[in-house]
């Protein structure tokens, strides 16, 4: 008799018009299955077929314990999706206010900037002045030194090359 009505109970718990259920309602629907499973095999024992009961429930169990971790995973991830966008809601209206105070501090600071702009340009003209005839003096004591250097470099590489015609057989 309970091999008819088992299948119908089920059907009822399952196919009952319902909202969308929340995750606590899929583990507490899974705990009742479960349990009218159990019940189902429990009583089905005294039948006259021998079933290996512990396996059975072992496989049960190990099904359940699945479905269960599968629902705390999709909890776990709708809650830190809720604390993400938590958190963004929290920070936003602090950005918005340290780029104000950013925009603040450097609307402060233009005038600051400007006086040591003007106070360093006249130092920096000044140095550029005093180091310019050096540079142009070293420039003009190097320039012959690297002139000869180079000149010498060719007359090296056009001994090589005359030397290295020289080992060649003629053609």
């Known amino acids: 008799m309970l091999h008819l009505k088992l299948p119908v109970v089920i059907l009822i718990l399952v196919s009952s018009p319902v909202d969308p259920p929340c995750p606590s309602a899929i583990m507490k629907f899974s705990l009742v299955a479960a ?30 314990q699945d479905a269960i971790e599968t629902v705390k995973s999709h909890e776990l991830i709708s809650q830190a999706q809720g604390y993400l966008e938590e958190g963004k809601t929290q920070i936003t209206p602090l950005t918005d206010k340290i780029q104000e105070h950013a925009e603040k501090i450097q609307e402060q600071m233009k005038p600051f900037v400007s006086d040591i702009e003007k106070q360093v340009r006249p130092i920096a003209d000044n140095l550029q002045a005093q180091f310019m005839p050096l540079v142009d003096k070293m420039q ?28 060649l057989p003629p053609q």
């Open 35 to 64: 349990l009218v499973v159990v019940l189902a095999i429990g009583c089905e024992s005294g039948s006259l077929v021998k079933r290996d009961i512990p396996a059975e429930i072992e496989t049960l169990t190990k099904y359940f």
């Open 140 to 167: 003009a004591q190097f320039k012959p030194l690297a002139d000869d250097l180079q000149a010498q470099m060719e007359q090296l590489f056009q001994t090589v090359v005359d030397q290295t015609k020289a080992l």
